[in-house]
Structures are given as C-alpha cells and as structure tokens.
C-alpha cells in the first residue's frame, strides 16, 4: 500500500506519518526531514538548499524529486510507502505517478488533513524535537511524559526548527496556497483523496485515517 498525506505546514503530517508507518509496516519518506538533514551534514545539496529552507520557499522540483528518486531506490523490498510532505508541485505529482508505474506500483490513497490557519501558528509556535532522536513534541499538546526528558531515547536536549518562526510560516502557508493546494484536484479525479478533519485529538485523526486505510 502507498500513500500520501497532505495538507499545510503544521496540520499534523509528520505526527501522523509516524503512527501509520509504525501500524501499517510502511517506510515513511519525508523529504521535509531529508533536506534538513542535508543541510545539517552540509552536503553540496544542503548548502544549495538551506535559504530556501530558510525562507519558506519551496526547494526546485528537480532537486526534490532526484533525492526523493534515489531513496525510494534504496530500498529492496518494502510493503509500501508513506509520502510526508511530497508531492508539493504538480510536477511532483506527475513524477511520482511515473515513478510507481516504473516500479510496477500505484498510489492507493491520498488524504488531505484539514487545519484552521490559528491553529496552525500555535501547533508550529509551539513545536519542538528531541535533538537526539527526532522525537516530537508540543508545549501544549505532547508534553514529555517526564518533564526535560525525551520519552522515546531520554536525551534531555530539545530543538526548535528555524523556520518555525512566525515571517517563515507566513511564506511556507503562501507556498502551499499556490504551489501545493492546485494538485488536489489531480488525486481527486483518480477518485482518491479523502479529507480529515485535522482540527480534532492526534489519535481521533488517526483513527480516522485508519478507518479510510482499512476500507471501513
Ligand atoms: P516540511 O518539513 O515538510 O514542513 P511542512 O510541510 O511545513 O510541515 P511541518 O513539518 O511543519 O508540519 P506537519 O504537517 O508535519 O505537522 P507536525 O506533525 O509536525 O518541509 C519543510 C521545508 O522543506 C518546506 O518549507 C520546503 O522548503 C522544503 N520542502 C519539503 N518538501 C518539499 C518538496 N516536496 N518540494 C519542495 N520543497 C520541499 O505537527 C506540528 C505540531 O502540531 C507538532 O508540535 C505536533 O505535536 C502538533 N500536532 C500535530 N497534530 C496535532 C493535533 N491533532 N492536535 C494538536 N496538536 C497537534
């Protein structure tokens, strides 16, 4: 099974590309987290990257879709994928499809979580990872269990991303209005997109994206 999840900065994506791929047995390819890594590392594509990271702006397609290409390649044999936060542009969109036909695969469903902008700021205001592991949590929302230590490693440092300030969300949330938005149409006439409502619990959402995985 094959899947995307999409929808603005901040709707919940990666939260819940972590429960679905941990449930489903599926490998999570987010290209959000891989090009933070390549800055980090400061690989040729890091330093090409990290502006327009920086910014809020979307990385060019080519770029994108070569690193995305590569690491779906890397893997043998999976029982499917989970698409964090790509495709992005209708180019992307197009690519990807070639990509499946190529592998002999298809895409199986596509689900858009839906946020109201308010509650976006907050989620993002407020987000923060473990700074070994990669765990994340919300100041209000996913508190660790134990305050100052992360549950999953119990590292006690934490990081903030640089672009979760509010000048870059502004620009990621335009990014998405006109670059990211305009393909929902795409999944919508291969009949299927489905809509979550992503203003509701972490594990409410999730259920719900169960229910739509699981036929019921
Ligand atoms: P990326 O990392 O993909 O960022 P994004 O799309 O802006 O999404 P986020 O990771 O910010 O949010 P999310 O939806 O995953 O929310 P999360 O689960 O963390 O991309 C970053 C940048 O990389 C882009 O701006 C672009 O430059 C570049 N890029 C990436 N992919 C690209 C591509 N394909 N093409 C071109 N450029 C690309 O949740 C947010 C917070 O809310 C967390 O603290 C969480 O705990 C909390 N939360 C989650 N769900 C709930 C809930 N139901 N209730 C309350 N709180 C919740």
Known sequence: MNLIVL??????????????????????LSTGEMLRSEVESRSELGIEVKNILDMGDLV???????????????YN???????????????????????????HQKMDHVIQLEVDEAAIIERLSGRFSCSRCGAGYHNLY??????KRCDICGAEEFSRRSDDNPETVRSRLVAYREQTAPIL???????????????KSMNEVFDNIKEILSGR
Do not use: H, W
């Open 7 to 28: 929808g603005p900065p901040g709707a919940g994506k990666g939260t819940q590309c972590v429960k679905v791929a941990k449930s489903f047995d599926l490998v999570q």
């Open 77 to 103: 044999s999976v029982k499917g994928f989970i698409f964090d936060g790509f495709p992005r542009t209708t180019a992307q969109a197009s690519a990807l499809d070639k990509m499946l036909v190529e592998k």
């Open 142 to 147: 996913k508190k660790p269990k134990v305050d």
């Open 185 to 199: 149409p795409f999944y919508e006439d291969k009949g299927i997109l489905k809509y979550v409502n992503g203003m």
């Open 60 to 74: 060019p397609d080519d770029m994108v879709i070569s690193m995305l290409s590569n690491r779906m390649d890397s």
